[in-house]
């Protein structure tokens, strides 16, 4: 087994432990003793969300032939391993400036009614 730490590496080998069982231990030992930011690094989560122009998680542009036309609310639905990318178009024709406020509420409706809490 190997675990990574940003630029190093460790082995655990069967030869040099006995066994698969003791080597897995030993990474499992040596993976518990490291940091939580060790794994994450200097990975700012909330950063590198998609979160587009709308500035709201999960509700990106609608575009039309490179106009900008609405928005699109995005969500999963389903139970793991098996969950599918849903969307709803909300477009400034039919939602006018509400459009915004219309897919951020929608969306925020559909990850509360298909959150995996609840399908599990």
Known sequence: M???TKHKQHYFTVTEYGSQQAALEAARAFRDS???DSFRGDYDHDKFQARGESGVLGVVKYMQRGD???W???WQEGKPPH???RKKKFSF???GQKALEEA???REKMVRLHSIA???
Do not use: E
């Open 34 to 36: 490291l940091s939580v």
């Open 118 to 120: 609840n399908t599990v």
């Open 72 to 74: 699109v609310a995005c």
């Open 93 to 95: 024709l039919q939602y």
């Open 2 to 4: 190997r675990v990574s």
């Open 68 to 70: 900008h036309v609405g």
């Open 104 to 106: 951020t509420a929608y």
């Open 83 to 85: 969950r599918h990318q």
